[in-house]
């Protein structure tokens, strides 16, 4: 049966793939990203992330299968809060209603191995209390104390804590919505590019994120991690980031360890 399930970032990398993988299996994808796509709207802003909500409600017709949340930044800076944080929390909650309203809804996110890595108090805290304007502010602090490249780790590590602490609430388990999530190591996509053709990045990202499995995935390995998530199949998982890394995870390696 043909499914509607909305993708955020569907118009690069990871989202592009799973939108594919989606779209030749014949269910209807509603992409949602800055550009190229059914929902054109910025995630970085409340108001973006309000309009998004509406414009996929209205595009859904009153039922929604699937969400996929792969809309993310990678340049270091405060927006990385906004975007990989709140417009993947405030999608999933603003589109409850209209999952709940499907005969097998399914939420999948994608955080990242750098969610196990060092991380800023400051910026988790502010994320899980859902405080944007003390999490960018966190953010600067980091930024200023010439550790913005924690900020990233930061909001996926968020999103880890805020995945399980969502998965088992009344409105996603107790309306019978799993919610889950993918975290890859590397993968090849627009986001990784210049830093895997710089010989001196592309050997600090080995060191931080090995990966003994295969080296680094296509952004389709991911997209069908998460098109198992989504499925119907999927009935018991609530809550788990799900390791597609490569063995990076469980190698327990950690970024700029002494
Ligand atoms: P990508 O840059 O190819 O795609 C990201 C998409 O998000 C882009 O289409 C971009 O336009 C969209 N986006 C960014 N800011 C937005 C905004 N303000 N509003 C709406 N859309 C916005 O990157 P990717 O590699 O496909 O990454 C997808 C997800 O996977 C991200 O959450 C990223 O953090 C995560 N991830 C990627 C890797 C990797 O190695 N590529 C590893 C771990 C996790």
């Not at 509406?54 to 039922?63: D, H, P, S, T």
């Not at 944080?85 to 939420?107: H, I, M, N, S, Y």
């Not at 590590?157 to 975290?183: K, M, S």
């Not at 090995?210 to 989504?230: F, S, T």
Request: some cysteine; overall charge negative.
């Amino acid at each position: 049966m043909s499914r509607v399930i909305a993708v955020t970032g569907a118009a690069s990398g990871i989202g592009a793939a799973t939108a594919g993988l989606l779209r030749e299996r014949g269910d209807r994808v509603i992409g949602v990203d800055l550009k190229d796509v059914e929902v054109c709207a910025d995630l970085s802003t409340p108001e973006g992330r309000a309009s998004a909500v509406a414009q996929v409600v209205e595009l859904a017709e009153g039922r929604l299968d699937g969400l996929i949340t792969c809309a993310g930044l990678s340049q270091a800076g405060a927006a990385q809060v906004s975007v990989n944080f709140f417009g993947t929390t405030d999608l999933v909650t603003g589109l409850q209603p209209v999952l709940a309203a499907a005969p097998a809804p399914r939420v999948a996110l994608v955080g990242s191995i750098a969610g196990t890595h060092p991380n800023d108090a400051a910026i988790v805290a502010a994320c899980l209390a859902g405080d944007e304007a003390a999490g960018l502010a966190a953010a600067e602090v980091a930024a200023g104390a010439g550790r913005a490249h924690e900020i990233y780790g930061s909001t996926k590590a968020a999103l880890t804590q805020w995945l399980r602490r969502t998965a088992v609430t009344p409105e996603f388990a107790g309306a019978g919505i799993p919610v889950n999530a993918i975290a890859p190591g590397v993968v090849l996509t627009p986001m990784t590019a210049e830093l895997v053709s710089d010989p001196e990045w592309k050997a600090i990202m080995d060191a931080a994120v090995p990966m003994p499995l295969n080296g680094y995935a296509e952004p389709e390995v991911i997209g069908n991690a998460l098109l198992w998530l989504i499925a119907p199949e999927n009935s018991h998982m609530a809550g788990q980031m799900v390791f597609v890394d490569g063995g990076a995870e469980a190698l327990g390696t950690t970024l700029f360890a002494g």
